[in-house]
């Protein structure tokens, strides 16, 4: 479903999963966010590339439960639109909004393949993580 410039997405995680692959290959989106809870929690990806599978590989940085995350957040007033005009500067970028349920298991997915060098993005104050996503 689209709200505006947000799709809202709440039914599966197959489904979740399949709207950030389409921001890149269907809308042709240089970047993602995922938010749920107003904006609480959130995930930027800004799209890299495609992979051989049909998945994407990318630059992602997140807002989840963890206090470090939360306090910076919080001491940049940061909200998905924030996000995506610091972190995704430049992109266009397409919004997504979800569950709770959907949005921590689709995280806990893209986190296992992704990997860091523990640098943090400037504009935003996230730790960024190198991430691939499977089809």
């Known amino acids: ?23 890149f290959y269907s809308l ?3 970047g993602v966010i995922v938010s749920c809870s107003g904006d609480r929690y959130m995930f930027s990806i800004e799209f890299d590339g495609p ?21 910076v ?5 940061c909200t998905s639109t924030n996000l995506g ?3 995704l500067a430049g992109e266009t970028i397409c919004y997504i909004e979800t569950n709770e349920a959907l949005f921590f298991e689709l995280l806990k997915v893209y986190k296992r393949g992704a990997s ?18 499977s089809k």
Not at 52 to 64: C, I, K, Q, S
Request: hydrophobic residues 35%.
């Open 1 to 23: 479903m689209n709200q505006g410039n947000r799709n809202i997405v709440t039914d599966s995680i197959q489904s979740l999963h399949k709207a950030v692959l389409d921001a």
């Open 28 to 30: 042709r989106k240089g």
């Open 51 to 71: 992979l051989p599978d049909g998945g994407l590989y990318g630059e992602m940085a997140f807002v989840d439960k963890n206090p470090s995350a939360q306090a």
């Open 73 to 77: 957040a919080q001491q940049r007033r």
């Open 85 to 87: 005009e610091k972190f």
């Open 116 to 133: 860091t060098q523990e640098l943090i993005d400037l504009k935003s104050g996230l730790k960024l993580y190198n991430v691939r996503i």
